[in-house]
């Protein structure tokens, strides 16, 4: 029987625990998978995930002018001279290039869980395709689901995707997953919320953030569940995507 583990906040992440044959799912749902998916679904051509925003500078000097975008924040503050990470500012603005993107935890737990098997980005928008994926190619392996959380925090969003994945995954599988408690929490979380998702994103503390600088429409748009069949993976720490 396969075994999912939930870790609560990117600074759980064990990267020599991680080494170990096990698959990573991370979410870092307001805002940074979420970026990432969308990102990949409407045409960037690879994601490159950062710490800083001194590491995206240094990692745009060797490419083509026009051929990226420096996209980013740093505590919930647009990097100056960066795009802003939200999904619908950059829908029209990546198409065939290269996103360069640094965020305080999102890009954060993808680095500092690369040592995995293999990561997986998850977002309420792709939810559904990644428990496909999962069943289908890996469904006899370890899976680690990480919640980015914020500056240190256990964020409710995060915690509110886990759970959507694993209905997913739960809901369309004759096999039998060995989920952790804080697994089995993130499921049933999900399942007595999943009416009220939009509410529920605008009323944590980073969509309450998002809603006062009137991003609610970018909230709106990331609470839709399994609309984008696109998973996007890390690959040579460039994230790239998987339909």
Known sequence: M?????????????SEKM??????????????TSTITSGLYYGAKEVIPVLNGEEAVKESLHRQENSYVLVGEYEGKTIEGFLD???LTLREKIAE??????????????????SSKKVFIGSLLNAAKLAEVIECEHNDETVVIICSGTSGEFCLEDFYGAGCFLDFLLNHTN??????DSS???????????????????????????????????VEFISKVGTMGIVPYLHEQVILPMY
Do not use: C, Q
């Open 2 to 14: 396969s075994k999912i583990h939930l870790l609560m906040r990117k600074e759980e992440i064990d």
């Open 19 to 32: 080494l170990d044959n096990k698959l990573a799912v991370i979410f870092d749902v307001l805002l940074a």
């Open 85 to 87: 990470p939200n999904p």
């Open 97 to 114: 290039k290269t996103m360069i993107l640094s965020t305080t935890n999102g890009t954060v737990a993808i680095r500092k869980a690369a």
């Open 175 to 180: 096999k039998d997953w060995d989920l952790s």
């Open 184 to 218: 089995l929490a993130a499921l049933y979380f999900y399942r007595g919320n999943k009416k009220n998702g939009e509410s529920l994103l605008l009323a944590t503390h980073v969509g309450s953030m998002l809603k006062k600088y009137g991003y609610e429409k970018e």
